[in-house]
Structures are given as C-alpha cells and as structure tokens.
C-alpha cells in the first residue's frame, strides 16, 4: 500500500509569482485535504476536496485554489505570493468521514 | 466553531518516566479526536482517535489518551518514556457530525524526553 505523496519537497518563489503543488493520495481514498503550517503553529484547513468537488474551505482568499482528479490525486494553486504564505504545505488523504493520513509536505519559501 | 488548546507548548520528562501532553477542545457537535507527532522536517504521524465506545483508547507505539467528556479534554499519555518519543504533538478535533468536516489543529506541544 502507498502512502500519501506530495511533489515538490521544497520549493522558492517570489512575491506575486504562482505555485502549483501536488498530492497523490493513498490507495483506496477519495478525500484529499490541504493544510497550511506556519512556522511554529499548528495545521490551518485550507480546503478538501472529494470526489472532485470542494467539500468545505477555512479562512483562506480564493487565490488558494485547488482540483481533484479522477485519480484522487489533487493540487493546490496559490496566485500572487505573498511573503506570509511561506509555510509547511500539508496534503491528507481520507475515506470521507475517516481518519485523515498526512504526505510529508512541500516546504515553501516566498522571497 | 470549533478549538483546541494544548496549554504547554514544551513538555520535559526523564526517559522511563510516565508522560502526559494536555489537550482541551471545544466543538459544536457530536467530538471526534485526534492525535498526530510530527518528527522534523516530516509531516503528520496519526498516532490514535477517539470516535465513540471507551474512554481509554490505545494507539500506536505504546501511546494511549483518555477521553473527559465533561472537563472537554483528551490528554496523550505513556506509561514510560523514551528518547525516541521527543517530537511535536498535536492535538486535533473535527465535529463527528459532519463527514466532511475540517480537522482543527491546536499549536502543538514539544516533548523532549532526556536519557
């Protein structure tokens, strides 16, 4: 069984550039959930995702976007960085209702 | 609305010695539990849940929590610690309620067990 994977490990960018990251999730789900961790915090829920259809979103700006595929893999779109979106990106993967298993995240950087 | 606090943000404990991280919730609906380490520079370990049945629920690596409906918390434990265990820990909550609910995190705790 494979577990949840998130591409690119780490990634720079500048201000008001955009970033794509990407989340397979693991074998057998069908909901896939971001999450933002800041330096120092815990998790922020940006958005989940199930069966391709955004099933629920926390406090972020619509510049924060996202896609399911048919695979249940997914992405998340940041528009226009700014340097507070610098943070640990988190990708879970779920039946829906279940227990949620994280990837090992993409570290971002926004110069 | 939905909260969690983990009062410590560091929590020390001699390796072999019983261990306790705090956690306290609030939810509007039916609460489902949660608790993840993180090691560094790695994301989120799921270490155990409560979801309905015993209070004491077992998970992994020797780790157990106990579920206090009416003091609203749901505190990580272990019988005897070890080196291994130092690690960030995070407490989380969703409303069982709703299945597509989001998991609200608390700012973690550092366990830092010393030999």
């Known amino acids: 069984e494979t577990g949840v994977t998130q591409s690119p490990t780490h990634l720079i960018k500048t201000r008001g550039q955009q970033v794509t990251l990407r989340c397979s999730s693991q074998?057998?789900?069908?909901?896939v959930s971001w999450y933002q961790q800041a330096l120092g915090q815990g998790p922020q829920f940006i958005f989940q995702y199930y069966r391709e259809e955004e099933n629920g979103r926390g406090n972020f700006p619509p510049r924060f976007s996202g896609l399911q595929f048919p695979n249940y893999s997914s992405e998340l779109n940041v528009n226009a960085l700014e340097l507070d979106d610098s943070a640990l990106y988190l990708c879970?993967?779920?039946?829906?209702?279940?227990?949620?298993?994280f990837g090992p995240g993409t570290r971002l950087t926004v110069l | 609305a939905q909260s969690v606090a983990q009062p410590e943000d560091q929590v020390n404990v001699a390796e072999g010695n019983p261990l306790t991280v705090k956690c306290t919730y609030s939810v509007s609906g039916n609460p489902y539990l949660f608790w993840y380490v993180q090691y560094p520079n790695r994301g989120l370990q799921f270490l155990l849940k409560y979801i309905t049945g015993d209070n004491l629920v077992k998970g992994s690596y020797g780790f157990e929590a106990e579920f206090n409906k009416s003091q609203t918390s749901f505190h990580l434990k272990k019988p005897s610690a070890l080196v291994s265990d130092s690690a960030l820990y995070f407490c989380a909550v969703r409303d069982g309620d709703n299945a597509g609910n989001m998991l609200t995190f608390g700012g973690g705790t550092r366990l830092m067990v010393k030999p």
């Open positions: 879970a993967s779920s039946l829906r209702g279940d227990t949620q298993y």
């Open positions: 074998s057998g789900h069908n909901t």
